[in-house]
């Protein structure tokens, strides 16, 4: 089956700890997002990749890192600098060809810092 | 700086009725997507709208794209209980690559 996964579906950390979220795709698609979703409010999107090895800030870079080694691979860190972390974070990805750009979402990792 | 605003905000709907969501952006852009959300799920995609004057159907949804005007609609008929969830618009930032700006989403409540 092709999709997007992500991992964990829960996470629970103390603040001032960092903690990766995986994103992993086998639709051989070029483009990878990560966004962040608060309660009751649409989503904003942190960084995007649209090739290996080269990524970009979003709106809401601050307190974030990512890396892609690999075109199915997109981790996301939340670092200590981030300085509400607590929301829902959605990983999507999308081919980089006509027509469309349409992105497809993974299931989400709900991240708890206390 | 593209902004997406979406309204209603909250919308209870009563089954069988007819209803529509608004989607209005800022600035020019001609790719337009509309996703829903089930509560803490991820989003699924319903509609790609790519011109100006585009209309897509499926079931009970449809929607429409007036780049003109800048303005998507998403149009309910007969509503049903099993379309309670939150409908986002999405918008491509065109000069930047393939990034999307979110609508703030609308509740959809159907009460029988």
């Known amino acids: 089956d092709g999709g997007i996964t992500q991992s964990p579906k829960y996470l629970f950390r103390k603040e001032g700890q960092n903690v990766t979220l995986s994103c992993e795709q086998n639709l051989n698609h070029d483009a990878m997002y990560w966004y962040r979703q608060d309660p009751g409010q649409g989503l904003r999107l942190i960084y995007y990749s649209q090739i290996v090895n080269d990524f970009q800030k979003g709106d809401i870079a601050e307190g974030y890192s990512v890396s892609r080694e690999k075109k199915e691979s997109f981790p996301l860190t939340v670092t200590s600098a981030q300085k509400n972390p607590t929301a829902f974070y959605l990983c999507a990805s999308s081919p980089q060809g006509r027509p469309s750009y349409e992105q497809y979402f993974g299931p989400g990792t709900r991240l708890t810092v206390t | 700086e593209l902004k997406v605003e979406q309204n209603p905000l909250f919308l209870s709907m009563q089954e069988g009725k007819n209803y529509t969501i608004y989607c209005n952006y800022s600035?020019?852009?001609?790719?337009l997507y509309w996703y829903r959300q089930d509560p803490g799920k991820s989003l699924e995609s319903l509609f790609v709208l790519l011109s100006n004057g585009a209309v897509k159907q499926e079931g009970r949804l449809m929607a429409s794209l007036d780049t003109k005007a800048r303005l998507s609609t998403l149009h309910i008929t007969a509503a049903v209980h099993d379309l309670s969830a939150t409908y986002f618009c999405a918008v491509d930032r065109k000069a930047a690559g393939n990034k999307l700006t979110f609508g703030g989403g609308t509740r959809v409540l159907v009460k029988p």
């Open positions: 600035t020019t852009s001609d790719r």
